[in-house]
C-alpha cells in the first residue's frame, strides 16, 4: 500500500500541478518555480511543483515577489496559496500567516482507481441523476454549490462554466435533482495529456445528505471518465467526502490547505 501510494503522489506531482492547475486562468505569470495565475473574478491562485529546495529566507522572497506581482494588477479579489502537507517548504506557513493569507480548511488528496467506483448505486426513489448540459442547468447547480459551500462568488463560477461549456472545454456537470430541484451536484475535469480526471465541487444539500446520492454521482462520474480514457481520479476531499472515497477504494496521498489573502479595503 505504501509503495502505491508513493508511486500515486509522484504522478500527482508530476502531472497535476502548474500547468494542470493553471489551465483554465486568464493570465499565468512564471518566477521562479511559481506559477501566478488569475482567473475570472479576480482570483489570484500560486502553483507550483517543487519550491526547488529554497530554504525559509528564499521562500519568504517568493511569497514577497508574488504579493507585488498581485498587488501591482487592478482587480484582484483573493490570492490563494494552496500548500501540500508533503512539500519540503521550512518555514512557509508562518511566513503566510505573517504577510496576512489566513488558512482555510484542510483537505485529504484522495487518488485512485476510476474503475474502483465506477459501479451502480442505490440513489431514492424520485431522484434522478442527469448530466447538466444547458445554461439554466448550470446556474441552478452553481447556486447550490454556493449555498453548501457559503461561496458568494458563485456567480462568477457559473458565468465561468457556462462560458467553458460553451466553447467546447471536456468539463461535464453532473446534477441529481428530485421534485425538478438539484439537491447534489460535481463536475468531472478531465486532465489534458495525463491519465487523470477530476472529481470537483461534490456537494449534497442537509436534507439529502447521506442517503446515496452522492456516491451515485461519483459513480456516475468515473464511468464517464472510463470513457474518455482515464484511468485515475483525483480529488481534494472534506472529511464529508473523504470516507465514501476511502470506501471505495481511493487512497489518500497526502493534504492540501489553502492560504488566502484578501487585499485591505481602500
Request: charged share 25%; aromatic share 8%; no cysteine.
Amino acid at each position: 500500500m505504501a509503495g502505491m501510494s508513493e508511486d500515486l503522489l509522484a504522478a500527482y506531482d508530476a502531472q497535476l500541478r502548474t500547468s494542470a492547475e493553471t489551465a483554465h486562468a486568464l493570465t499565468v505569470h512564471a518566477h521562479g518555480p511559481l506559477r501566478l495565475a488569475v482567473f475570472p473574478g479576480g482570483r489570484g491562485f500560486v502553483s507550483y511543483s517543487d519550491l526547488g529546495g529554497a530554504d525559509a529566507a528564499q521562500i519568504e522572497l517568493l511569497i514577497d515577489a508574488a504579493l507585488r506581482h498581485f498587488r501591482d494588477q487592478d482587480g484582484i479579489t483573493s490570492v490563494e496559496w494552496k500548500t501540500r502537507g508533503h512539500d519540503r517548504a521550512p518555514g512557509l506557513q508562518e511566513a503566510l500567516e505573517t504577510r496576512g493569507f489566513v488558512a482555510e480548511e484542510t483537505e485529504s488528496i484522495m487518488i485512485g482507481e476510476a474503475a474502483l467506483l465506477a459501479h451502480d448505486v442505490a440513489i431514492p426513489d424520485g431522484v434522478r441523476i442527469r448530466r447538466a448540459r444547458t445554461e439554466a442547468d448550470v446556474w441552478a447547480m452553481e447556486e447550490m454549490q454556493g449555498l453548501v459551500f457559503d461561496d458568494p462568488n458563485w456567480r462568477v463560477r457559473a458565468e465561468t462554466t457556462v462560458r467553458r461549456i460553451q466553447e467546447g472545454d471536456e468539463v461535464e456537470l453532473w446534477i441529481a435533482e428530485a421534485a425538478g430541484r438539484v439537491v447534489s451536484a460535481g463536475r468531472l475535469e478531465p486532465v489534458a495529456g495525463t491519465l487523470f480526471a477530476g472529481l470537483w465541487g461534490g456537494a449534497t444539500v442537509e436534507p439529502w445528505r447521506g442517503r446515496g446520492i452522492y456516491r451515485a454521482l461519483t459513480a456516475q462520474r468515473a464511468r464517464a471518465a472510463l470513457a474518455r480514457g482515464k484511468r485515475y481520479l483525483n480529488s481534494d476531499s472534506t472529511e464529508f467526502s473523504r470516507p465514501i472515497l476511502e470506501r471505495a477504494g481511493l487512497v489518500k496521498v497526502s493534504t492540501t490547505t489553502p492560504y488566502v489573502w484578501t487585499p485591505p479595503s481602500g
